[in-house]
């Protein structure tokens, strides 16, 4: 049963940067981490899961307009770890973030493609 747990939330003000890092742990052989596509998503109060960035498993990212040119994903894999680095960051980013994983997904940002979820990170931007 594979494990996702997100770090790195926090309260900053607009302008402000943080960085959020999913480990991902509990997959029965080391091997299957690369053969897993992760994401971030995120959900503010009264609205949809929404889909930040993700990678698959060739590397490739793909990432949401409303994030793009300011959110970058990494994937280190000597760590097992999924990380992304938010640089100027406006209060409409403020939601509770999530790390996801699943080793068939055709589609990096939608949620339905998730069946392993992590518990989340707030992240909090003020004006």
């Known amino acids: 049963q594979v494990r996702l747990v997100e770090s790195g939330g926090g309260s900053v003000q607009a302008g402000g940067s943080l960085n959020l890092s999913c480990e991902i742990s509990?997959?029965?052989?080391?091997?299957?981490?690369?053969?897993?596509?992760m994401a971030w998503f995120r959900q503010a109060p009264g609205k949809e899961r929404e889909g930040v960035a993700g990678?698959?498993?060739?590397?490739?990212?793909s990432i949401s307009d409303s994030v793009k040119g300011r959110f970058t994903l990494f994937k280190d894999n000597a760590k097992n770890t999924l990380l992304m680095r938010m640089i100027s960051l406006k209060p409409d980013d403020t939601a509770m973030y999530y790390c996801?994983?699943?080793?068939?997904?055709?589609?990096?940002?939608?949620?339905?493609?998730?069946?392993?979820w992590g518990q989340g990170t707030q992240v909090t931007v003020s004006s």
């Open positions: 996801a994983a699943d080793p068939q997904t055709t589609e990096l940002l939608s949620r339905y493609e998730y069946n392993n």
């Open positions: 509990g997959y029965i052989d080391s091997r299957y981490w690369s053969s897993y596509a």
């Open positions: 990678i698959d498993t060739d590397g490739r990212t």
